[in-house]
């Protein structure tokens, strides 16, 4: 058996576009610069930055037991080709926040280094970009000061449950501990709100949604429960059988008051409710519920994505991609490559399909796309 016969989730590494533009792309701006716009009048202003596609866990949802194969890193941007890149988006194409995302990215050396150098970046309102990271808080309780010193604003740390057997099940490493240190050290090092993700799985952490909550809500952290993707191993996701926002909702209402929250959720994804411990009245506080399949909120996105090779994804489940990692190693100026995202973007669909009867999960599994 050779190693990509083990794998189970092929790794297609992306090659450059050939793709011409499309034809109606608007024209940049006097100035050389244009927004991330579509033809369905959304705008992008939110870029997810995939810095790594490796990991230091294996969460079921997300990888196989085996890991997956690691991009070569003559593949990868190096930090120079990365930075270049968020300058880009920031000063000519609008972008705003970046959130920076893996794989793991705490196991990119240069972390504080990329991001100290974003968070110089002025954005097209006059202000710093926003940074922010997603991450399963590995070494977190080390770093976080360094981070927040080099310039990141807030932190969403994933943890799906705090029962440390299932943890170890579920993301089959044993290191739950260093989870929740992290958390901690997130929220002492002023990382905040410090969000916390939980992707809710049938038949495996369905019973520990009330006790995150109430975990979240007493340490001032805001939790959020996700809806499972079909953006891992195929066999761990099955429509019928995924716990849906409403099945959350549900379990969450048998131990907490529930109120819709009143601020308006804009291009947020996650829908958020105010709640009190019936329990315990003094435990207050907010969650949100991100149901990204049940009920996608496609219209509001303001994302594109950049993965760790060097490609724009205008969708999680786009099919296609383009690579501009090889058009800027042959030279290729700012303005070229802010021409060739712009029009990546441009031919966004309206909707990811999930529920399509033609769906088609893409080739890049989550951990190289960048959640
Ligand atoms: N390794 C980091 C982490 O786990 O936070 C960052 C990358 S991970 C791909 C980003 C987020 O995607 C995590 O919150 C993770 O729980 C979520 N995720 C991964 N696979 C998913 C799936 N199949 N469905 C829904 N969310 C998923
Ligand atoms: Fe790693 Fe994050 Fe995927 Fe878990 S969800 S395997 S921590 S990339």
């Given at each position: 058996m050779t190693s990509r016969e083990k794998i189970l989730l092929p790794l297609r590494t992306s090659a450059p576009s050939a793709e011409p533009l499309p034809a109606d792309l608007p024209a940049p701006a006097a100035d050389g610069t244009r927004a991330l716009a579509d033809r369905f009048g959304r705008v992008a202003r939110d870029l997810r930055v995939s810095?790594?596609?490796?990991?230091n866990l294996r969460c079921t949802y997300c990888m196989p037991a085996e890991g997956l194969d690691w991009m070569p890193t003559e593949q990868t941007l190096n930090d120079d080709e990365m930075i270049r890149m968020i300058t880009v988006a920031v000063?000519?194409?609008?972008?705003?926040q970046i959130r920076f995302t893996g794989g793991?990215?705490?196991?990119?050396?240069?972390l504080e280094k990329i991001i100290a150098a974003t968070k110089e970046l002025t954005t097209d309102e006059g202000k710093p970009v926003g940074t922010a990271m997603t991450t399963n808080g590995m070494g977190l309780a080390r770093r976080a000061q360094k981070l927040a010193d080099a310039g990141l604003d807030r932190v969403n740390i994933s943890l799906d449950t705090l029962d440390p057997e299932l943890y170890a099940r579920l993301t089959?490493?044993?290191r739950l501990k260093d989870a929740v240190a992290a958390i901690d050290a997130a929220i002492e090092a002023g990382l905040t709100p410090v969000k916390v993700n939980a992707v809710v799985m049938p038949g495996v952490n369905e019973g520990s949604i009330t006790e995150l909550a109430r975990f979240a809500l007493q340490k001032g952290a805001q939790l959020r429960f996700i809806e499972q993707m079909p953006?891992?191993?195929?066999?761990?996701?099955?429509r019928a059988q995924m716990v849906t926002a409403q099945d959350i909702l549900d379990e969450l209402a048998t131990e907490f008051e529930m109120t819709p929250a009143e601020e308006p959720r804009g291009s947020a994804p996650a829908a958020l409710w105010d709640v009190t411990d019936l329990t315990d009245d003094s435990v207050t506080g907010q969650l949100g519920v991100i149901a990204?399949?049940?009920?996608?909120f496609c219209g509001d996105c303001d994302r594109s994505r950049l993965t760790t090779d060097g490609a724009i994804r205008n969708?999680?489940?786009?099919n296609s991609e383009t690579s501009l990692r090889d058009l800027m190693r042959a030279g290729a100026s700012d303005d070229e490559l802010a021409e060739k995202w712009a029009g990546a973007m441009w031919?966004?669909?309206?909707?990811?399909?999930?529920?399509?009867?033609?769906f088609l999960q893409p080739d890049r599994p989550m951990s190289a796309i960048g959640g």
């Amino acid at each position: 058996m050779t190693s990509r016969e083990k794998i189970l989730l092929p790794l297609r590494t992306s090659a450059p576009s050939a793709e011409p533009l499309p034809a109606d792309l608007p024209a940049p701006a006097a100035d050389g610069t244009r927004a991330l716009a579509d033809r369905f009048g959304r705008v992008a202003r939110d870029l997810r930055v995939s810095l790594t596609d490796r990991c230091n866990l294996r969460c079921t949802y997300c990888m196989p037991a085996e890991g997956l194969d690691w991009m070569p890193t003559e593949q990868t941007l190096n930090d120079d080709e990365m930075i270049r890149m968020i300058t880009v988006a920031v000063e000519k194409l609008g972008i705003r926040q970046i959130r920076f995302t893996g794989g793991e990215p705490l196991l990119r050396k240069s972390l504080e280094k990329i991001i100290a150098a974003t968070k110089e970046l002025t954005t097209d309102e006059g202000k710093p970009v926003g940074t922010a990271m997603t991450t399963n808080g590995m070494g977190l309780a080390r770093r976080a000061q360094k981070l927040a010193d080099a310039g990141l604003d807030r932190v969403n740390i994933s943890l799906d449950t705090l029962d440390p057997e299932l943890y170890a099940r579920l993301t089959r490493r044993d290191r739950l501990k260093d989870a929740v240190a992290a958390i901690d050290a997130a929220i002492e090092a002023g990382l905040t709100p410090v969000k916390v993700n939980a992707v809710v799985m049938p038949g495996v952490n369905e019973g520990s949604i009330t006790e995150l909550a109430r975990f979240a809500l007493q340490k001032g952290a805001q939790l959020r429960f996700i809806e499972q993707m079909p953006l891992g191993p195929p066999e761990q996701w099955e429509r019928a059988q995924m716990v849906t926002a409403q099945d959350i909702l549900d379990e969450l209402a048998t131990e907490f008051e529930m109120t819709p929250a009143e601020e308006p959720r804009g291009s947020a994804p996650a829908a958020l409710w105010d709640v009190t411990d019936l329990t315990d009245d003094s435990v207050t506080g907010q969650l949100g519920v991100i149901a990204s399949v049940s009920h996608p909120f496609c219209g509001d996105c303001d994302r594109s994505r950049l993965t760790t090779d060097g490609a724009i994804r205008n969708c999680l489940f786009s099919n296609s991609e383009t690579s501009l990692r090889d058009l800027m190693r042959a030279g290729a100026s700012d303005d070229e490559l802010a021409e060739k995202w712009a029009g990546a973007m441009w031919v966004k669909k309206p909707g990811h399909g999930i529920d399509d009867v033609g769906f088609l999960q893409p080739d890049r599994p989550m951990s190289a796309i960048g959640g």
